[in-house]
C-alpha cells in the first residue's frame, strides 16, 4: 500500500474508532454478558460463551447467553469449579443453533478441569510462538481429555482447519486489548496487543475489501492475517483497535443495533 493511501485509510478509521470505541457500544453487543461481572474468572468465563456463541443477530446472542449463565445462577465460575452431578440437569435443554446441551457439558466439564489448576484462563492461550500456534495449541489442550465429543470441535476453531477464527480472535481482543475507554477488558497481560488478529465477521470483510485491506477471496486464516498485517501498517502497536471502525462502518451501512455476527 502506498503512504498516501495508508494515510487516508488510517485517518477514515481512527475517526470510526474514536467513535465507536465508547460505552455506548456495549449495551447491544455480546460484550455487554462479562460487563456484567466484576470477578476476574467470572468475566473471563461469561465472555468465553458470549464470543464463542456469537453467530446469528446480537439480541438473539445476548438473551441466549444470559440464559446460559442464568442456569449457572449467574455465577459461572463458581458454579463450575463447585457443581455437584444434580446441579448439571439446569443445563439440559440448553440450545443455541447448533450448540446444545452436549457441548456445553464439555465445556463445563474442561473448564472445571482447567480451573482445578489454573486460575485463569490466559493460561491456556500462552503455548507457542506465533498466535495461529497459540489458538492451534488452545484447541488441542480445550479436547485433550478423553471424553471430547466429536460434535463440539466445530464450535472452538482452529487456523490448522483453516479458519479465520473470528470469535476466538474476538475473545483475545475482549481479554487482551488494554486502553482507557472501557469497552475490551484488557485483563490478560501476557499476550501482546501487536499480535492480535483481527476478527472477520461480514461486516468486516465487506469494509476491509472496499478499503483495499483484504484482497483474498475466502475468508480463512490467510486472509485474518492478510487482514491483520494491512492493520498493522496503521497502528503496529494495536491492529486489532480497527475492529470497532470496520464494524461500525459496517452497522452504518445497516443503520440497525439488530445486527449479524
Not at 503512504?3 to 478509521?13: E, G
Not at 472445571?112 to 507457542?128: K, M, Q
Not at 480472535?169 to 490478560?188: A, E, I, P
Amino acid at each position: 500500500m502506498e503512504s498516501a493511501q495508508i494515510q487516508n485509510i488510517r485517518a477514515v478509521l481512527e475517526e470510526r474508532y474514536a467513535r465507536y470505541n465508547q460505552p455506548a457500544f456495549i449495551e447491544h453487543d455480546p460484550i455487554s454478558i462479562p460487563h456484567r461481572f466484576s470477578q476476574r474468572a467470572d468475566v473471563e468465563i461469561s465472555a468465553l460463551f458470549a464470543a464463542l456463541l456469537a453467530w446469528g443477530r446480537r439480541p438473539t446472542i445476548i438473551s441466549k447467553v444470559t440464559e446460559l449463565l442464568r442456569r449457572m445462577d449467574d455465577a459461572p465460575h463458581q458454579f463450575i469449579t463447585q457443581h455437584q452431578d444434580e446441579d448439571l440437569k439446569k443445563l439440559l435443554g440448553f440450545c443455541h443453533r447448533t450448540f446444545c446441551d452436549t457441548d456445553l457439558l464439555y465445556f463445563v466439564y474442561w473448564l472445571r478441569w482447567f480451573y482445578a489448576d489454573h486460575t485463569t484462563l490466559e493460561d491456556a492461550f500462552l503455548h507457542g510462538n506465533t498466535q495461529r500456534e497459540r489458538l492451534e495449541n488452545f484447541h488441542d489442550l480445550f479436547f485433550s481429555l478423553d471424553d471430547a465429543p466429536q460434535r463440539t470441535r466445530k464450535h472452538v476453531a482452529t487456523p490448522a482447519r483453516g479458519s479465520a477464527c473470528k470469535r476466538v480472535n474476538m475473545y483475545l481482543r475482549w481479554m487482551v486489548r488494554q486502553d482507557d475507554k472501557g469497552v475490551d477488558f484488557g485483563l490478560w497481560t501476557r499476550l501482546p496487543m501487536a499480535e492480535l488478529v483481527c476478527p472477520i465477521d461480514v461486516h468486516v470483510e465487506r469494509q476491509a475489501r472496499q478499503l483495499g485491506l483484504l484482497t483474498r477471496p475466502v475468508v480463512d486464516w490467510r486472509a485474518a492475517e492478510e487482514l491483520t498485517a494491512n492493520l498493522r501498517l496503521l497502528d503496529p502497536h494495536d491492529p486489532v483497535k480497527y475492529d470497532f471502525a470496520l464494524f461500525g462502518l459496517g452497522v452504518e451501512e445497516k443503520t440497525s443495533k439488530d445486527t449479524l455476527y
